[in-house]
């Protein structure tokens, strides 16, 4: 996974609440067995529509997505996370996040940032002027080139994962002392390899 | 001290290390698997060269891309990714009921039928239905799949603890009304994201009184609310369902495993961090007007205006989902034509729900204007009904009589809406393109969607006697 310390970028605003993610990506592309490529289908049906959001000229590049609450609620499909990562998007800044969505998006290297509504408007009236952002996973500050700045609270764990581009298996699997205490001490009750019919 | 909630009994059992300032890690008891969300995580274990910890918890089956006509799969993306499960399942020792099995079907009725759904259990499977096994009084959740991956090499997760609510629905349900009309009543009451960041409870006279069947309805929506996992306390009416199943205990240790299961309740004075109650005496069958499933009414009501939406955000959105919808407001919902009937899902799809529509369709006729299907939940419940001749009561009546499989629910195989179609259907989500891009769904109970299917709209079930 990619380390994620600190982007500077200009904003893609999707202010629509509840955007789930068969929107995201659609099921028809959930049918290949890559992990990657997805970027092309990102929002797909609403792409087609001229003015969807994604095709102003001012957001084009756009490395940070804000978004309108419970983003990305709905199917647990990671392809969501792929396909925003894919298409560029590092950052999500939104009001909330479906439990989901947030967790297959740190394992992804997309940080997803929870803002108020007090802050979130701030942070839209500045972009109005002018659109660029600097948001440091590090220092977990958000910075504006007109002189915003918020801080905003962040997962210690999913800091340091995202920070650092670590890989929760192997953290895990060097933990295999206790997972084997677990086990012994844990009588089993089936096996589904001999389940009788 | 005060008491424990059952979330918290199941939690606190299955802590394998807990370090400050990170997620616990968590055991998982059993891991269910399908085609669309594994491939990755396979492959991310094969680069690694890591092989699947415990293939003897874990099991798959086919159900999210199988068509639902008989012969051979004619789409070559679905066939391969089903091919690839297969190569995946033989190279990692695991066990996969596949199609043709006569043990395939919806991962999330597969694993109760199959008597591996137990109270007290945490359960996990790439897919946010996973909720629904927490009717048996389990902790159970949908994952992506890099925690996909992370179960199979490990057997645990890294999972935050989440908050507790409680939902108790008192009262009597009334004729007509059922448990899908519980969980759109809860969903509309606390939104779709209301439970965001809770484990949910069910509890209440309500949920006591309803079969696994209803239970798992409820539960199965969980996620329609935001929250990942929801859970009823196992009682008399979950053990009989378990009881002589392939992976239930036999003899001695079934006894012992009630005693245990027995117990698993949350304590009369254990404390929720939020309770919400419902009075089902007064409930009325739902229907989704919108494009998310908080968006609902009673069938006796009016398809709401947008303009009586206090909070800026709900009007647009609003707005917005009754231009997709192709609905006005103020139209009475039994005033809605439909052209699609979907019966089926990991919501709707049970034996007990296929008994329920059959019944209301039994004698009568498809309107002419409609295409209706069913799609069992199982090859186990596709057998069964038709044992019971409920096949024969659905093709008299109209229905095409299908394979199990998700089907419609999210039109991944052939089973899909054209752009403009409406569809009165089980499942669980109406979301923009859910059932295909341009379709328009409206969720219901099963024997509302059966009399939408005669009338050729939303008609009050109640009124059919």
């Known amino acids: ?197 | 001290m005060a008491g424990t909630t059952l979330f918290e009994k199941i939690w606190q059992a299955h802590v394998v290390d807990e370090k400050p300032g990170e997620p616990a890690l968590i055991y998982i008891d059993l891991h269910l698997v399908h085609e669309v969300t594994s491939p990755q995580a396979f492959e991310g274990l094969r680069l690694a060269g890591r092989p699947v910890r415990r293939p003897d918890l874990t099991i798959a089956t086919m159900d999210h891309n199988v068509p639902t006509e008989r012969g051979p799969i004619t789409d070559l993306i679905a066939k391969a990714q089903l091919d690839a499960l297969r190569a995946n399942c033989e190279e990692f020792g695991v066990p996969l009921n596949a199609t043709g099995s006569g043990r395939e079907g919806i991962v999330h009725v597969m694993g109760p039928e199959l008597g591996i759904t137990q109270p007290g259990m945490t359960i996990v499977c790439g897919d946010s239905h996973t909720s629904t096994h927490g009717a048996f009084g389990a902790l159970a959740f949908g994952i992506g799949t890099s925690e996909v991956e992370h179960v199979m090499a490990t057997q645990t997760l890294l999972q935050s603890r989440p908050k507790t609510m409680q939902i108790r629905f008192s009262g009597t349900l009334p004729f007509g009304v059922t448990a899908k009309d519980m969980v759109l009543a809860a969903i509309g009451k606390i939104g779709v994201d209301g439970g965001v960041g809770y484990a949910i409870e069910y509890a209440g006279e309500a949920i006591e009184t309803l079969s696994m069947e209803g239970r798992m309805t409820i539960c199965n929506m969980s996620i329609e609310a935001g929250a990942r996992a929801g859970m009823v306390a196992p009682d008399a009416t979950t053990f009989a369902y378990i009881e002589g199943r392939p992976g239930a205990p036999k003899g001695a240790a079934w006894d012992q495993a009630v005693a245990r299961w027995s117990a698993l309740k949350s304590d009369a004075d254990a404390t929720f961090d939020r309770i919400v109650d419902i009075d089902v005496t007064t409930l009325t069958p739902q229907v989704t007007w919108g494009t998310n499933p908080g968006m609902v009414v009673p069938v006796d009501g009016t398809v709401p205006d947008p303009a009586d939406f206090a909070d800026p955000t709900d009007r647009e959105a609003a707005e917005r989902a009754l231009q997709y919808m192709g609905l006005e407001a103020g139209t009475p919902v039994t005033e809605i034509t439909i052209d699609r009937v979907f019966i089926g899902s990991c919501t709707n799809a049970r034996i007990e729900d296929l008994r329920a529509a059959a019944t209301v369709v039994r004698g009568k006729h498809v309107a002419s204007t409609v295409r209706a299907m069913v799609v069992p939940g199982s090859a186990k419940v596709k057998h069964q009904a038709e044992q019971e001749g409920l096949d024969k009561v659905f093709v008299d009546a109209g229905f095409e009589w299908r394979e199990a499989g998700c089907s419609m629910c999210l039109g991944m195989n052939p089973d899909t809406l054209s752009p403009g179609e409406r569809c009165a259907s089980t499942s669980n989500r109406n979301f923009e393109g859910r059932q295909g891009s341009g379709g328009r769904t409206h969720l219901l109970s099963p024997t509302m969607a059966a009399a939408a299917a005669v009338a050729g709209r939303f008609v009050d079930v109640r009124e059919l006697g």
């Open chain 1, 1 to 197: 996974m990619r380390e994620l310390r600190q982007v500077t970028s200009v904003v893609a605003i999707i202010d629509r609440p509840d955007i789930d993610t068969d929107q995201i990506i659609p099921k028809q592309f959930l049918k290949r067995i890559e992990r990657t490529g997805y970027g092309q289908f990102l929002f797909y049906d609403w792409m087609k529509e001229p003015d969807f959001e994604l095709h102003k000229p001012d957001f084009k590049g756009a490395e940070i997505l804000l978004a309108g609450r419970n983003f990305g609620c709905g199917s647990s499909r990671e392809h969501a996370a792929w396909a925003l990562e894919d298409y560029g998007f590092r950052i999500v800044i939104a009001p909330s996040y479906s439990d989901i969505f947030r967790s297959n998006s740190v394992k992804t290297g997309i940080a997803t940032i929870t803002l108020p509504d007090a802050e979130l408007a701030q942070l839209k009236a500045a972009l109005a002027q002018r659109n660029e952002l600097t948001v440091d996973m590090e220092t977990l500050t958000i910075t504006h080139p007109d002189g915003l700045a918020i801080t905003f609270a962040f997962d210690e764990f999913a800091q340091e994962t995202l920070v650092h581009g670590l890989d929760d298996i192997a953290r895990t699997l060097k933990r295999d002392d206790a997972i084997a205490a677990y086990e012994a001490a844990t009588p089993g009750r089936f096996d589904t390899r001999t389940l009788s019919t």
